[in-house]
């Protein structure tokens, strides 16, 4: 299939690993103009270079979770052109017992995988109305609509990741644009893998069965989805083939979610 994506500039944040990378890869791949975001120039860096073989990739080295680093990331990518993309991908998730999470937790959680899209997404979709042309994605969680008890922070971000991106959606009646989030499975990236490190499970077959034991028990899928396989759906998300889908949650959880809405 293709997905009419050459020349299109995205901007996919927390892309240096994971599922952000993954999705810029499938950019790349697609023919899209990719700008790389993470906090260590060191890895952007690292990121950049590794990538540039597979198309016009960019690098900016930003903090998303403050107004400073938002800030200093929009300045540059005025620099580079015309945002036709944007995903909010960044995003942080710990396990910590509900009484034992402070304030700076919920804030640090909210300014990071909330604020950061909202600074973006205020920033560059007025641009993409006024074209006419544009996709904002909003990279979410089955935890949004299935919070952890483990992770309540982690999971009311990704509610209202959901909320925020239908609300953006209505702005956008009539247009060529849409605004979506998209619920992920619990997926093996660097993030998960030094987790479960911590916790005595590094391998990851006794990893997979612990989890989906307990906490997955539902999933139909009964492993960790690959960062290839969210992205994938996401650049569809992305093309024109996907204009008809906008202000939707999309599920991509493998089955986790016991629901049929």
């Known amino acids: 299939m293709k997905l009419h994506l050459d020349g299109k500039l995205a901007l996919v ?21 990719v700008i790389i975001n993470g906090r260590s120039e060191t890895t ?3 990121t950049v ?15 998303l979770g403050t107004q400073l680093g938002c800030d200093r990331l929009i300045a540059e990518v005025e620099k580079i052109g015309v945002v036709d993309l944007l995903i909010n991908n960044v995003g ?9 999470t402070t304030d700076e937790d919920w804030l640090d959680h909210f300014n990071v995988n909330v604020m950061s899209g909202v600074r973006l997404t205020r920033s560059l979709m007025p ?5 006419n042309s544009g996709r904002v994605i909003f990279i979410s969680s089955e935890a949004g609509v299935k ?18 991106a239908r609300g953006l959606a209505e702005l956008t009646k009539g247009t060529n644009v849409t605004v979506n989030s998209v619920l992920v499975a619990p997926t093996r990236t660097e993030g998960s893998i030094e987790f479960f490190d911590t916790v005595g499970m590094s391998d990851p077959e006794v990893a997979r069965r612990e989890f989906f034991s307990s906490l997955g028990a539902n999933s ?11 992205a994938d759906f996401v650049v569809f998300l992305c093309s024109p083939n996907a204009a008809a889908i906008n202000g939707s949650a999309q599920r991509v959880e493998g089955g986790i979610v016991r629901s049929i809405l």
Do not use: C, W
């Open 44 to 46: 952007v860096n690292a």
């Open 49 to 63: 270079e590794e990538l540039q073989t597979l198309g016009t990739v960019y690098g900016i080295v930003a903090d």
């Open 127 to 131: 641009s993409m109305l006024k074209r």
């Open 220 to 230: 139909l899928l009964q492993r960790f989805a690959t960062p290839e396989e969210i």
């Open 92 to 100: 942080k998730f710990n396990i910590t017992p509900f009484e034992q």
């Open 147 to 164: 919070p952890m008890p483990e992770m309540i922070p982690y999971s009311m971000t990704k509610t209202a990741q959901i909320s925020i």
């Open 13 to 33: 944040t927390g892309s240096t690993m994971g599922i952000g990378k993954a999705i810029a890869v499938s950019l790349l791949q697609e023919g899209a103009h």
